[in-house]
């Protein structure tokens, strides 16, 4: 099943994508669950979606589409963990996840701009794959991990590298408003048995920039959910972005910067294409 979330003709709502056409849930659960967050919230919520006769269909065409989780408690994201994409920054592998956090303002939906500020020219594309959060829980361990998880997305970490690199802690040329992206949907688990088996590919104008199979994670899914659950609760509707692959713009010669009008991709073949132009900020 894919689930999105989206605005139509004003309103926010959520819904099951089928091909061309999307399944309105939030007409039909609005009042209960308002959002794809409450409804991942409720033990009941993702089997209501797979009862929606009197759901109203939308055309894709449509709809403005909006993160995945417009409202999530926490995005937390993950830095160095493809083996290759470590050894293009010459830094030793990490004993444990490198983590950092993005604001939800710091994204935007499938087919949004994504804003490169006027405060930097280095901005940079890094595609990942996301998990989402479907079961709360605190001290996981390893072998219940992907009990927790609702689905899968696509994530484009857009990082505006000099002001990542002003200190040491990544926050700042993380968060710039709109710089990220993150959708166009979430695919449910169960569609998705083993993601080691899957590849993502980046692509800017076309072109590809990053190509690498998800096998190639240093801390795979589980490892990551039981390691951050030790310290934070993590619950439904957040976000993990599991680190992106070699090949980012930052270690090219020349460097290869996104700019205004470029076309940016993030694809797995299993899930979808995440895809946005770059806008300059205003």
């Known amino acids: 099943m894919k689930i999105a979330s989206f605005v139509h003709d004003g309103r926010r709502s959520y819904g099951v994508v089928q091909e061309s056409t999307i399944l309105d849930a939030g007409a039909v659960l609005g009042q209960q669950f308002p959002d794809l967050r409450s409804l991942l919230d409720s033990s009941e919520g993702l089997v209501r979606l797979t009862d929606l006769q009197h759901a109203p269909l939308l ?3 449509d709809v403005q589409w909006l993160p995945v989780i417009p409202n999530p408690d926490k995005v937390l994201c993950v830095g160095l963990n493809y083996l290759k994409h470590i050894v293009e920054t010459g830094r030793e592998v990490p004993k444990h996840p490198t983590l950092f956090t993005r604001f939800a303002s710091a994204q935007v939906g ?36 992907l009990e927790h998880v609702a689905g899968y997305s696509l994530f484009n970490d857009g990082s505006i590298r000099d002001w990542q690199r002003h200190t040491l802690q990544f926050t700042a040329g993380k968060n710039f408003v709109g710089s990220g992206s993150f959708g166009p949907w979430l695919v449910t688990k169960d569609e998705i048995p083993n993601v080691d088996h899957l590849v993502l ?13 998800l096998d190639d994670l240093l801390f795979k899914i589980p490892d990551l959910i039981e390691y951050i659950s030790t310290f934070t609760e993590l619950l439904p509707g957040d976000v993990i972005a599991t680190g992106t692959p070699g090949g980012v713009g930052a270690f090219r010669v020349p460097p290869l910067w996104m700019k205004a009008g470029d076309l940016v991709e993030v694809e797995v073949s299993a899930i979808g294409v995440l895809r946005n132009r770059i806008a300059a900020e205003q």
């Open 59 to 61: 055309a894709i065409q």
């Open 110 to 145: 499938h087919g949004q701009q994504m804003i490169m500020p006027k405060a930097s020219t280095s901005f940079d594309f890094e595609g990942e794959l996301a998990i989402v959060i479907g079961k709360a829980g605190r001290h996981i361990p390893k072998g219940d991990a």
């Open 201 to 213: 590919e980046t692509r800017l104008n076309g072109e590809v920039v990053q190509r690498e199979g």
